[in-house]
């Protein structure tokens, strides 16, 4: 495996080794008067030509002030049209950027900040609450722009951008997204890939995945329902982009405002996590089909496995064009499953296409096919690092350098992944190993439920209990009722031992904009007082 760290960026000798085209510059020279992105609601287009103008200028701002290939830059905003530009203008600078989520506080937003080393800082008048907390952190930094509007200390995006060349910077290399994970407990950590030093306009492994899993072209028009910093949307958008398609983005999602999205613009491609499936499924069945979504020819899922039933009804609703993907920010893997290898395979997540698959127990060895393990992957899609974390880096691998997202699952008897849970919501009771996700399952697809949390808390004579959290489906359902009906309607699908022994409700669970639940929250209400998980 490669260190990220000392891989270091070069400057490529020649531009034109050969043909580049999977970058927005060859689309502006191409087709300059396509559209790039449409936002959905407000229904502003940026052309291949402006996205590529606006990114040249701001390469340059960045070379003007001394930054060079391997530097470091951050952006915080809302979903908007000039997240693209300032994306693919650190990406023309060679940079290492981070797009941090515009949710964080600013004691969070701070500590990304200077944990990622940045130098400049893009943000908006959307974040003013936060960045007003973060005094010495921002006046640090070397370059400070703010996007639609003026905040105290930064100068104007739009001015600055105008004064600068539009020239391209000359030996442009492919630059790197450093995301920060999302976990819930302690800090967030950057997943840092190693530079690939290749010319700029060369692509990556997920473009070719792009063209040729999920059949993308520059005719295609993708949908984005989700925060664009999240680390699915940004590739993504940043893939479609490379070809030459037209990105349509949502700036916030809303289940029948994303039916309308597809209509209104003829969507062919999208991306979404099974919370969305659910919340659009869970619409009046009159609403649902006054949208004419037939124009969707592929679309992905990932971040969470989907229940069965759920995505049985997309495929019913929508038609054998939902595809899957399992994989992480990290790179270092990647499983997929087209339509007809899930309806052959009910519940997989795919089988590896990028990365070889490797289910091991807790000592490292392989089980046997069919057992349930550790899932790690050798020889992925790219190298990495956890950002100044050495022991979080080294705690993903393996001696032999295979590395893991920390997930459990088994492999079929034809190579087909299927996840159990994430290790860490792993519930002991009675020393019986019980996996939430299945549970979860169940309740999801119940029609008084509108979402749904499964996890562990305390019990005097097991260690830990199955608690269920619920939304309800009609908030005037929640009480003893309607948790004796869940409780019975699980029993009735699963063994006992799975079961909630309780219920509670709340009018929402406390989830990502991206679907992802942050489970932990809520457990922790429910083990405070204890020194440990262990009773």
Same mark, same amino acid.
């Given at each position: ?17 050969? %043909?580049?085209?999977?970058?927005? =510059? ?24 402006? #996205? !590529?103008?606006?990114? &040249? ?11 060079? %290939? ?15 530009? /300032? ?19 600013? +004691? ?50 739009? +001015?600055? /951008? ?14 790197? %997204?450093?995301?920060? $994970? ?20 060369? =692509? ?31 590739? @993504? ?35 979404? *996590?099974?919370?969305? @499936? ?7 069945? !009159? ?61 997989? *997540? ?6 070889? #698959?490797?289910?091991?127990? !807790?000592? =490292? ?7 349930? =393990? ?9 190298? @990495?690092?956890?950002?100044? +974390? ?9 001696? &032999? ?6 997930? /459990? ?26 996996? %939430? ?13 509108? +979402?749904?949390?499964? @996890?562990? *808390? ?27 009906? #869940? ?8 063994? !006992?031992?799975?079961?909630?022994? $309780? ?33």
């Amino acid at each position: 495996m490669t260190d990220a760290t000392s891989n270091d960026p070069a400057t490529p000798e020649s531009d034109a080794t050969q %043909p580049l085209e999977a970058y927005p =510059g060859a689309w502006a020279a191409k087709t300059p008067d396509h559209p790039a992105v449409i936002m959905a609601e407000s229904g502003v287009v940026v052309t291949y030509r402006e #996205l !590529d103008d606006a990114a &040249n200028r701001l390469s340059q701002v960045f070379r003007e002030a001394g930054f060079k %290939p391997g530097d470091h830059i951050a952006f915080c905003m809302e979903n908007r049209p000039e997240f693209f530009a /300032i994306l693919w203008g650190a990406h023309y600078a060679g940079l290492y950027y981070t797009a941090i989520s515009s949710r964080l506080t600013a +004691d969070e937003l701070g500590y990304v900040i200077q944990d990622s080393g940045s130098r400049a800082l893009i943000s908006s008048p959307y974040m003013a609450e936060s960045l007003s907390g973060l005094g010495d952190v921002l006046e640090k930094l070397e370059i400070r722009l703010s996007v639609g509007g003026p905040l105290p200390g930064f100068d104007s995006y739009e +001015d600055t /951008i105008a004064a600068a060349s539009a020239e391209p910077l000359t030996k442009r290399i492919e630059a790197q %997204p450093m995301l920060y $994970s999302s976990g819930t407990t302690g800090r967030p950590k950057g997943v840092k890939p190693a530079f690939s030093n290749e010319p700029l306009g060369t =692509g990556e492994g997920l473009t070719l995945m792009t063209r040729f899993l999920f059949g993308g072209s520059d005719k295609s028009v993708y949908l984005s329902p989700a925060p664009l910093y999240h680390s699915a949307p940004l590739r @993504f958008c940043t893939q479609f982009q490379r070809i030459g398609a037209t990105v349509v983005a949502m700036e916030r999602f809303d289940a029948e405002g994303a039916l309308k999205t597809i209509q209104t613009y003829g969507v062919t491609h999208s991306q979404w *996590v099974p919370t969305m @499936f659910v919340r659009m499924l869970k619409l009046d069945e !009159d609403v649902r089909i006054s949208y004419d979504v037939s124009s969707l020819e592929c679309a992905i899922h990932a971040a969470a496995p989907c229940p069965i039933p759920i995505k049985e009804k997309m495929m019913n609703w929508w038609g054998p064009v939902v595809h899957e993907y399992y994989a992480g920010t990290e790179g270092n893997g990647f499983c997929y499953a087209s339509p007809p290898d899930w309806l052959a395979h009910k519940g997989t *997540v795919g089988k590896a296409v990028s990365g070889e #698959l490797h289910i091991v127990d !807790d000592d =490292g060895n392989e089980v046997a096919q069919g057992e349930e =393990g550790g899932i790690y992957f050798s020889s992925g899609l790219q190298s @990495f690092e956890y950002h100044n +974390d050495p022991e979080k880096t080294a705690a993903g691998r393996l001696a &032999n350098g295979w590395s893991t997202l920390g997930d /459990i699952g088994r492999v079929d008897e034809d190579g087909f992944l299927y996840l159990t849970d994430r290790k860490s919501n792993m519930i002991i009771s009675g020393g019986v190993n019980i996996y %939430p996700q299945e549970t979860e399952n169940v309740l999801t697809v119940h029609p008084k439920v509108t +979402d749904v949390a499964v @996890f562990g *808390v305390p019990n005097a004579d097991f260690g830990e209990e199955v608690k269920a959290v619920v939304q309800p489906a009609n908030s005037e359902d929640a009480g003893e009722a309607l948790e004796r009906e #869940l409780i019975a309607y699980c029993r009735e699908h699963l063994a !006992d031992v799975k079961c909630p022994r $309780s219920i509670d409700f709340r009018d929402e669970l406390p989830r990502h904009p991206t679907g992802k639940l942050y489970k932990r929250l809520l457990k922790d209400e429910y083990w405070k007082g204890h020194d440990s998980r262990l009773l």
